[in-house]
């Protein structure tokens, strides 16, 4: 009796697991199919499951990959991508460094502000904080979406802060009595001792900043300047109701991410982990 | 104090020097050092963009919430609290929650799968990982990439069309035309896109439980729906907690995927859409902020509720 039922609750378990994997891949794959089809094949009424004619016909991404401009999208998303992560990994681990490591004045309403900034959307200040990125000067630069993914990112900093607390502070001190600076204590001991914190920021902050889509498409309206996230969604216009190749440019933004997800998935769950609860 | 200040005065003036540092920490042997300039030094940065992105947008925000500005003239007068009415006296503009009510309600069901399938998957299962990897995809993919995707699938005679005929259930439905059920096709997305980030926070708390307990409570000839409810339940409760802060907050705040689908056009505008249009289609800088204000007052509101609920959690936003 129990083996009945331990093998029908087994049953029940394995149906609804590849329910969802049906659920989560259909979508997807069906786009993947029409990215490999014809306009002919789509006019003429092919189902969205039917598989096209030629699985090898990669027109839709030449046609998607140049006139949906994606090298440039590419370049610019990987520009303002690497000098956002770099400048996040300094400005978090400094200023973790600075809160953890020394007693000084207001520190706590500076603990306080950084608290309460991670409350509030930022989607909602975007109303205003247009006006500051237009005053100085930075609507339609790159420096424009860069600033704002470090000014506003305070996640990095408490992660850097839970992990600089799990370094004894005897490291630092040691240091110090040879006669170290602060900054060389800094730049010398703690920052290559937070290297698995920089591995988290990395990742979290990477995803963030390639899927942004809202800061690119308030700040960087010159087509010269889109983003992968705003050239793709410019594929709305120029390309109608050609869905051959707006699923073609899906496909384009999504595979870097399956790759880049295939060959890091371990830190990638990690880090979401330890970035979401800490 | 008194010691913090003098320091910070001696700091001012001959600035911080390393040697000055090291004598002066033998002096006085201390957890911390005690040096006026040294932490403001690496705060300068982070602090100068925390206020100029952060501080200054909140604060303006309240000062054009009380202004009838339109964002673009050099003047505006103050209107006192004429937009705050205008926002609780006027049903259109307090509707777009109804929509909110769609993503609350998507969020629920969001959380409830991610747990079961959290639970399914801590334990033994063939293809663990790949099933895994499958939930949890989607929270990484572009959100301009899932709002074509889904275009396309819920195209009229499409592929959910084509799906549903399969099981019996025919016609051709406009899933993002019709406004009885734009919402539920959205909150449908949202669910895709986000249930994975919870199933992966709740799969590695059950993770974390020591494994014994699990044993033990085999031994006692305990079920799994015992196992769950004794054992994964209590240890999911402070980070189920955090994600059911965030789902309020993030329904409340719901703007990318209506915005690249519908446009946010007709039932499916949000909060956010309807700020953001208020602001940059009408120029009515005033009341978009007023509404902001509201939406973080309410956020706010509801971060507050939940520390009193859960004291001993932190709340950080991911």
Known sequence: MTAVRARVASALKYLSLIAAAVVVLLPLGVVALTSLKTSDELATGSGPLTPPHNWLNLANYVTAFDKGRMAEAALNTFVILVVSIVGTVFIGSAAAYAIDRFTFRLKKLVVALFLFATLVPSITTQVTTFQVVDQLGLFNTRLAPIMLYLGTDIVAIYIFLQFIRSIPISVDEAARLDGASAFAVYWKIILPLLRPAIATVVIVKGIAVYNDFYIPFLYLPDQDLGTISTSLFRFKGPFGAHWENISAGAILVIIPTLVVFLLLQRFIYNGLTQGSTK | ?318
């Open chain 2, 1 to 318: 104090m008194t010691q913090t200040s003098s320091s910070l005065r001696r700091g001012g003036a001959g600035g911080a020097r390393p040697q000055d540092a090291a004598r002066r920490s033998r002096r006085r042997p201390r957890r911390h050092w005690r040096q006026g300039l040294t932490p403001w030094l690496f705060l300068l940065v982070p602090l100068a963009l925390l206020v100029t992105f952060s501080y200054v947008p909140i604060v303006n925000m309240v000062v054009y919430s009380f202004t009838d500005w339109d964002g673009v003239s050099p003047d505006y007068t103050f209107t006192g609290l004429a937009n705050y009415a205008d926002i609780l006296t006027r049903p259109e503009l307090f509707k777009v929650f109804v929509a909110s009510a769609y993503y609350l309600g998507a969020a629920v069901l969001q959380i409830v799968l991610a747990l079961y399938f959290a639970t399914v998957l801590s334990f033994n299962t063939r293809f663990r990982n790949l099933f895994k990897g499958i939930l949890f995809f989607p929270y990484l993919i572009n959100g301009v990439a899932i709002g074509f995707v889904f275009l396309y699938f819920f195209q009229e005679g499409g592929t959910f069309d084509t799906v549903l005929r399969l099981f019996g259930i025919g016609g051709e439905h406009l899933w993002l035309g019709d406004p009885d059920l734009v919402n539920f096709s959205l909150a449908g997305v949202s669910v895709w896109r986000y249930m994975g980030l919870n199933f992966v926070l709740f799969l590695g708390a059950i993770q974390s439980i020591p494994p014994e307990l699990y044993e033990a409570a085999q031994l006692d000839g305990a079920s799994r729906w015992q196992q769950f409810r004794f054992i994964i339940a209590p240890s999911l409760r402070p980070i189920i907690g955090l994600t059911a802060i965030l789902a309020v907050s993030g329904s409340l705040s719901v703007f990318e995927i209506p915005y690249i689908m519908t446009g946010g056009a007709g039932a499916s505008e949000t909060f956010v859409i309807q700020t953001i249009k208020l602001a940059f289609r009408f120029n009515k800088t005033g009341l978009a902020s007023a509404a902001a204000v509201v939406l973080l007052v309410i956020i706010l509101l509801v971060a507050w509720v939940q520390r009193r609920l859960v004291p001993e959690e932190r709340v950080t936003p991911s």
